[in-house]
T-cell receptor, first 113, second 112 residues
Framework: DADVTQTPRNRITKTGKRIMLECSQT?????MYWYRQDPGLGLRLIYY???????NKGEISDGYSVSRQAQAKFSLSLESAIPNQTALYFC????????????FGDGTRLSIL | GQNIDQPTEMTATEGAIVQINCTYQ??????LFWYQQHAGEAPTFLSY????GLEEKGRFSSFLSRSKGYSYLLLKELQMKDSASYLC?????????????FGKGTKLSVIP
């Protein structure tokens, strides 16, 4: 079983819809992250959390929100999806000892029509 | 802010050596990281450098020069399975959060 699990793996939806991407981990890590990856732009940080009560904006947080429901769960929401949010989304975790050694989930491919 | 630059694509022959360069500009450098990403898969951690010099890990080595804002990843005895994108990432301590900023990645194709 994967240590960092993302659901769904693929999603096609329409402009204006609300979408939630979920991430759960069994690694026991305290830090969790959401990145998006676009061709030619690389990985960009959306939000990150160091603790259940800690939420921080990343480089490109506009249009997104997150919820850290428990140490093991971190969800990403698009309140009103738009086509330029079409991308590959990755959840990642790390621990406080090696905070930059990220462990990524398998990704969610999101298409907004 | 940060600016990270690496070549978009490279091609090398099986069994050869290839060097993937990464240059960066950052306000508060606190480490440089390399990740490997096979097509359609998640990135995986390869190596990191905090101090100047060469770090060797099997067939892979990573070099850092902080004064030049320069790093490279050296892959020896190339194998077909090394065909992947290699992502350079810089950790910036300026904001106190030690977050990684990724370059756009170098797609390496290994040919027979």
């Amino acid at each position: 079983d994967a240590d960092v699990t993302q659901t769904p793996r693929n999603r096609i939806t329409k402009t204006g819809k609300r979408i939630m991407l979920e991430c759960s981990q069994t690694k026991g890590h305290d830090r969790m992250y959401w990145y998006r990856q676009d061709p030619g732009l690389g990985l960009r940080l959306i939000y990150y959390s160091f603790d259940v009560k800690d939420i921080n904006k990343g480089e490109i947080s506009d249009g997104y929100s997150v919820s850290r429901q428990a140490q093991a769960k971190f969800s990403l929401s698009l309140e009103s999806a738009i086509p330029n949010q079409t991308a590959l989304y990755f959840c990642a975790t790390s621990d406080s000892i090696t905070p930059s050694q990220l462990h990524f989930g398998d990704g969610t491919r999101l298409s907004i029509l | 802010g940060q600016n990270i630059d690496q070549p978009t694509e490279m091609t090398a022959t099986e069994g050869a050596i290839v060097q993937i360069n990464c240059t960066y500009q950052t306000s508060g450098f606190n480490g440089l990281f390399w990740y490997q990403q096979h097509a359609g898969e998640a990135p995986t951690f390869l190596s990191y450098n905090v101090l100047d010099g060469l770090e060797e890990k099997g067939r892979f080595s990573s070099f850092l020069s902080r004064s030049k804002g320069y790093s490279y990843l050296l892959l020896k005895e190339l194998q077909m399975k090394d065909s992947a994108s290699y992502l350079c990432a810089v950790r910036d301590s300026g904001a106190g959060s030690y977050q990684l900023t990724f370059g756009k990645g170098t797609k390496l194709s290994v040919i027979p």
